[in-house]
């Protein structure tokens, strides 16, 4: 039962991972779509939802990485991927602050990439 929990809860992440990431796609879609329409409105629903999917990965993160054979804070790819979303959540939480020195919204993109190269 554990080996199928850490399974399904990886891939339930990788889901949501896919999820979360293609706003920023569907954006870049409505700007070279001739149909923007569609784009629009998958835009739409799913970044009215980005935060609590964002937050959804995390605790999935934390279910999967206590079910595999790692501790949770360990050194391997799937703790810096789960502190890798916690810094995510962060950054969208002060971006207040960092927009006073740098645009926090090229700090979340850098850190999703980063997210999504350690994930897969």
């Known amino acids: 039962m554990e080996l199928l929990l850490n399974f399904g809860f990886a891939w339930l992440a ?7 990431s293609v706003i ?6 409505i700007k070279n779509a001739s149909d923007k329409k569609a784009w629009v409105k998958l ?6 939802y980005h935060k609590e999917i964002g937050l959804l990965l995390i605790v999935v993160g934390l279910i999967h990485g206590m ?4 501790d949770v804070l360990s050194f391997n790819i799937g703790t810096l991927a789960w ?4 810094i995510l959540g962060l950054n969208w939480l002060f971006r207040i602050r960092l927009t006073k020195s740098v645009q926090w919204i090229k700090i979340h993109r ?3 990439l980063a997210f999504v190269i350690t994930l897969f």
């Open 110 to 112: 850098f850190l999703t």
């Open 83 to 86: 502190i890798l979303s916690i």
């Open 43 to 48: 835009n739409l629903k799913l970044r009215k």
């Open 24 to 29: 920023y796609m569907t954006r870049r879609m």
């Open 14 to 20: 990788v889901g949501l991972t896919v999820i979360l």
């Open 67 to 70: 079910n595999s054979s790692f």
